[in-house]
């Protein structure tokens, strides 16, 4: 499974590819906000130390909008991915950026007819939100558990983000579901990779050699 990195602070991003298990990122407008910097120097930035697709948002909101500034934004460097709200004038935009062969990821997917629309339209990827449908009490792994199995069913190329990540086992889910991309905090690389009996097994590993290193 691949897996992105779902900021836009750039010292997270270093440090996880420096990890080497991340191959893409997503940025959505309140990640961009809460860094409080320029959102096409956020973009540039990243695009330099990420060889990945990179997610950057449009934030207009009809089709002549979205497509407007989905072109500037594809200017600033090919790894660029074109986030794009999954409403009416979202779909009509995607289908005009992939008819101009600029990729796009649907977001704000929760529901599969959603995702079908998105894929139908020419989507790259659909982003289906997990942890917000948690929070409103509804079942987010059964939403990408549902687009998995539609996918299959009908073949489509367009690829899945398991997105709105909010713990591991969300993760170890959506790849099992068969997600081909889990996009994920940097906290979460660090909770994916801690185990106790890993921390366990180390301690007792250096513990025993410091009794023999000078044999
Ligand atoms: O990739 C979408 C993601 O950024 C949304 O996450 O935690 O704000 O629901 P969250």
């Given at each position: 499974?691949?897996?992105?990195?779902?900021?836009a602070n750039v010292?997270?991003i270093r440090?996880?590819?420096?990890?080497?298990?991340?191959?893409?990122v997503?940025t959505?407008?309140?990640?961009i906000?809460?860094e409080?910097r320029n959102f096409q120097e956020v973009i540039k930035e990243i695009a330099q130390i990420i060889d990945g697709p990179i997610s950057a948002?449009?934030?207009?909101?009809?089709?002549?909008?979205?497509?407007?500034?989905?072109?500037e934004l594809a200017k600033i460097h090919k790894n660029i991915i074109?986030?794009?709200?999954?409403?009416?004038?979202?779909?009509?935009?995607?289908?005009?950026?992939?008819?101009?062969?600029?990729?796009?990821?649907?977001?704000?997917?929760?529901?599969?007819?959603?995702?079908?629309?998105?894929?139908?339209?020419?989507?790259?990827?659909?982003?289906?939100?997990?942890?917000?449908?948690?929070?409103?009490?509804?079942?987010?792994?059964?939403?990408?558990?549902?687009?998995?199995?539609?996918?299959?069913?009908?073949?489509?190329?367009?690829?899945?983000?398991?997105?709105?990540?909010?713990?591991?086992?969300?993760?170890?889910?959506?790849?099992?579901?068969?997600?081909?991309?889990?996009?994920?905090?940097?906290?979460?690389?660090?909770?994916?990779?801690?185990?106790?009996?890993?921390?366990?097994?180390?301690?007792?590993?250096?513990?025993?050699?410091?009794?023999?290193?000078?044999?």
């Open positions: 499974m691949k897996l992105f990195l779902d900021t010292e997270e440090q996880a590819a420096e990890l080497g298990v991340i191959c893409g997503t959505n407008p309140t990640l906000a809460r409080g948002e449009v934030v207009g909101i009809t089709k002549e909008e979205m497509v407007l500034e989905a072109k074109i986030k794009i709200p999954l409403i009416p004038e979202g779909l009509k935009a995607i289908k005009v950026l992939s008819s101009l062969g600029i990729k796009t990821n649907a977001t704000l997917i929760f529901s599969v007819n959603q995702a079908i629309l998105a894929a139908n339209a020419g989507a790259t990827y659909v982003s289906p939100f997990i942890g917000r449908l948690d929070d409103i009490s509804h079942d987010g792994m059964e939403l990408v558990s549902d687009i998995c199995q539609v996918f299959v069913n009908y073949n489509y190329e367009t690829e899945i983000i398991a997105a709105s990540v909010r713990h591991p086992i969300h993760v170890a889910q959506s790849a099992k579901l068969g997600a081909h991309i889990a996009t994920v905090p940097y906290k979460l690389i660090l909770q994916m990779c801690k185990h106790p009996l890993t921390d366990l097994g180390l301690e007792n590993f250096l513990k025993d050699w410091e009794k023999v290193k000078n044999k």
